[in-house]
């Protein structure tokens, strides 16, 4: 316990005060301090709408035409809590400068609990301490993730209950502790753009399901009937039921604000853009969305944020070559462990990517939806840590 106090209060000293300066001009350029400026803005101006009078559904903007209608934009698509829990933070004083630094601040804080939560899943998985704390302050220790992180946004949020959620995987796996999976699915849902976290149930379901179907002698009716049974199972129901009544809920708080049918709501609208069901939404934004383009732009922005490195512009094939071993050394680590332990180390790692194949729309062009592969560096370092075992005083 008091090792990891003593962590937990490293990494808030090393983390919390590094406050870079980024800027804030209105660029929208992905690995420029404009975008990271756009981004915390329009966030901002989300969280500053998400007021009791809004039903706490922030949006970007609201405009007023000749004839005095009012019109809205950007409407939150995600749980409230997030930007209605900040917008109680920023309500503690009323200049704007000090609104901006206290935001920066929190998001270094969710950062950190990030480190944190991290660090006990490491462990969980390996049972050794120390190695964990080296193995999660490097896996966060890329520049770009470093650059990002008091970034004012909901992916971080998401990450967190993502890593929070596979904690109590790895609870319920080691320790045969059941409730704190289904505690942890309604809050990684509700934080930021907490749906990612269904990607992290979908990937133990499989893993759970598969152990199942693969059993030999067993009726069909059995094996269904096994799968229904699954606490993975069950609590993706609760996380699916859990997001969808959120969603539910603030198309219909921008409905009655704006006097509009549900169906055509600018998060109803927004989807039905991102997922190109509009074909005359924007070719060129079609035209991104190309499998090709997207898988060799996610190589090398993994290994981009998989080290403590800036401006790596790798090829393909080198990315290619690099994540290959990566992943060898993974399932070379995997292999030492028992089943499961190997089973969390497995929705850790792909959890990651299947959020990001799943939100390509979306994460094809924001670079700093890469620190969704967390997972990825995590399980890396954690391996190389146990494969050197150096005496504590290294550590």
Avoid: C
Wanted: aromatic share 14%; hydrophobic share 55%.
């Amino acid at each position: 316990m008091w090792v990891s106090l003593a962590f937990a209060a490293l990494t808030s000293i090393l983390f919390l005060q590094q406050n870079r300066v980024v800027g804030w001009e209105p660029g929208y350029n992905e690995l420029q301090p404009g975008h990271h400026g756009w981004v915390s803005s329009h966030t901002l101006a989300i969280i500053a709408h998400a007021t009791p009078e809004n039903g706490f559904v922030g949006y970007a903007l609201a405009t007023s035409d000749e004839n005095g209608e009012r019109d809205y934009d950007y409407f939150d698509r995600y749980p409230v809590f997030f930007s209605a829990g900040m917008h109680a933070v920023l309500s503690w004083k009323p200049r704007l400068s000090t609104q901006v630094f206290l935001a920066k601040q929190m998001m270094n804080a969710v950062f950190v609990l990030t480190v944190v939560v991290a660090y006990l899943l490491l462990r969980k998985i390996s049972g050794q301490t120390l190695a964990s704390m080296v193995a999660a302050v490097l896996g966060v220790s890329s520049r770009y993730l470093l650059f990002y992180k008091d970034m004012v946004h909901y992916d971080q949020p998401a990450l967190l209950g993502m890593l929070l959620l596979t904690l109590a995987i790895a609870v319920h796996k080691v320790d045969s502790k059941k409730w704190p999976v289904y505690a942890a699915t309604l809050t990684a849902v509700s934080l930021g753009r907490g749906y990612a976290s269904i990607s992290v149930l979908l990937v133990w379901l499989g893993l759970e399901a598969l152990r199942i179907l693969r059993e030999r002698g067993m009726s069909f009716a059995a094996k269904f009937s096994g799968v229904w049974k699954l606490d993975a199972f069950r609590a993706l129901l609760l996380g699916t039921g859990w997001a969808a009544l959120n969603l539910l809920y603030n198309i219909q708080v921008e409905a009655a604000r704006r006097g509009i049918p549900l169906g055509e709501t600018s998060i109803v609208q927004s989807a039905v853009n991102r997922l190109a069901l509009n074909q005359d939404f924007n070719q060129s934004y079609l035209q991104l969305l190309n499998w090709r383009y997207f898988i060799a732009d996610e190589l090398v922005r993994l290994v981009r944020w998989s080290f403590p490195i800036w401006g790596y512009e790798g090829s393909v094939a080198l990315s290619a070559v690099i994540l290959v071993l990566m992943l060898a050394v993974i399932v070379w680590f995997g292999r030492s462990l028992d089943a499961p332990r190997r089973m969390v180390l497995t929705v850790l790692v792909v959890s990651g990517a299947v959020w990001l194949a799943a939100m390509r729309n979306l994460s094809a062009f924001h670079d700093y939806t890469a620190m969704y592969f967390l997972g990825i560096p995590l399980a890396l370092y954690l391996a190389v840590t146990r494969f050197f075992r150096l005496p504590r005083t290294v550590w």
